[in-house]
């Protein structure tokens, strides 16, 4: 490790090992440029900012993107709508999932995955995650009743989960599987395009993913009925069925329709993509090549791999305690970092935070949908999922990207080298 490496850590007053800011720049936006310029602009020069005017169908900026996505995945069908997690709600509400049902999700994901849930009525199911971040397929098995009707897989921090154990165990209790690829749009599985596996796929477009247009979100399926049950629940007008065939029965929708500027500012996004994934997957694959000669941190063995987008650095060290040092530790070192869950910060990736969920609360003041089954002992603390919660707590967090470079992955991986000969 060398002599730098025993140096007094910056935390008691050495020498820090870097003094410029780490890179922590949100990834799409910072690829914003020329091209979406001109694509709003002509949107503007058009004044057709409405997806559904009667004329001009077939120069919609919103198809457009749909289109892209549907060649992107190698869905047949797709639909943008407003955000990730109208996204969600249209998947569930495509599937079939209301009132009393059960959906299962992971303790580890963004409170949108739990609130969409109950937005439609149905109970959301925690389970515990594994190793790599994403849900644990032994434990999804074990939380499965009569009563649940599907699974939201949320492939977290751009890593996938184990999809042939889920789509297996999905199979056997005949549930849906919707895939929140919110986190880790462009990763793949065993060389399948993540949201493309599942019965629905759903993605954000908001700012801190990978490709962003602000706020925005898109839903992808083969099924043409689920496609158009999501269609007719984003808008409660059916527009779209002006111009196609509708197969399925009315029902009430809301509006989470996507604006052709949103939409023109997104597209041609996804041709950016491969080139800004191809870079941080290098760079996570270089980090933790040689953070694993590291004895004294842990990283899962997905981590850095082909299901691995590179997105985030997270590493597991023995305690809670050396975490929350650890993390200081870093930041001081110049690489900001965090301690996942300390108890302290209200992280929404971290279920306990969930203050609605926790105490069962709709935003009338009541119980809905818990109150709809009194007799089902639906309790949720710290004890319903403590491997994630115990896992969490010894996790370290660094945010990567595309624009990190080997000088800073150098800094890195010196900083953690040296606080590892210090504090653990």
Not at 27 to 52: A, C, H, P, Q
Not at 257 to 264: I, K, S
Not at 392 to 406: E, G, Y
Request: proline content about 4%; glycine content about 8%; some cysteine.
């Amino acid at each position: 490790m060398g002599m730098k490496a025993m140096d007094t850590l910056a935390l008691y007053g050495g020498t820090p090992v870097r003094t410029k800011p780490w890179v922590s720049k949100y990834m799409g936006s910072e690829e914003l440029g020329t091209e979406e310029k001109e694509r709003v602009l002509d949107v503007l020069e058009k004044k057709r900012i409405f997806r559904y005017l009667p004329k001009g169908l077939e120069t919609s900026e919103c198809a457009a993107l749909e289109a892209e996505y549907k060649s992107f995945l190698g869905t047949n069908y797709a639909l943008a709508v407003n955000s990730g997690t109208s996204a969600l709600i249209c998947a569930l509400v495509a599937c079939g999932v209301g009132p009393g049902d059960e959906v299962i999700l992971p303790a580890y994901t963004w409170v949108a995955t739990a609130a969409a849930i109950t937005m439609v009525g149905a109970i959301p199911v925690l389970c515990e995650i594994d190793e790599s971040l994403t849900i644990d397929p032994e434990d999804l098995e074990q939380r499965i009743t009569p009563r649940t009707k599907a699974v939201i897989v949320v492939h977290m921090r751009g890593i996938s989960a184990a999809m042939d154990s889920i789509m297996f165990i999905a199979k056997q209790h005949n549930l849906r599987v919707i895939e929140d690829a919110a986190q880790a749009n462009g990763g793949t599985y065993k060389g399948r395009m993540l949201g493309s596996i599942g019965d629905v796929g759903c993605f954000s477009l908001q700012q801190s993913k990978v490709i962003t247009t602000g706020e925005g979100g898109m839903l992808v399926t083969n099924s043409e009925e689920l496609w158009q049950r999501a269609v007719l629940y984003h808008d409660g007008a059916g527009y779209q069925f002006r111009f196609i065939e509708r197969k399925v029965p009315a029902f009430p929708g809301q509006n989470y329709r996507l604006t052709e500027l949103q939409a023109a500012l997104s597209l041609g996004q996804l041709q950016k993509m491969p080139r800004i994934l191809e870079q941080t997957r290098s760079n996570k694959q270089k980090i933790v090549s040689e953070l694993r000669k590291q004895p004294k941190i842990q990283l899962a063995p997905v981590f850095g791999g082909e299901e691995d987008l590179g997105l985030s650095l997270i590493f597991y060290v023995p305690s809670r305690e050396s975490a929350k040092n650890v993390a200081e530790a870093l930041t001081a070192e110049g690489i900001e970092a965090f301690h996942v869950y300390d108890g302290v910060s209200n992280d929404q990736h971290i279920y306990v935070n969930w203050e609605f969920l926790m105490s069962k609360r709709d935003p009338w003041g009541d119980h809905y949908p818990w109150s709809l089954r009194p007799e089902m002992e639906m309790e949720y603390s710290a004890s319903t999922c403590p491997f994630t919660l115990e896992l969490l707590q010894r996790a370290v967090q660094v945010h990567l990207n595309h624009l990190v470079t080997q000088d800073d992955m150098d800094d890195l991986l010196t900083a953690i080298n040296k606080i590892a000969v210090r504090l653990l």
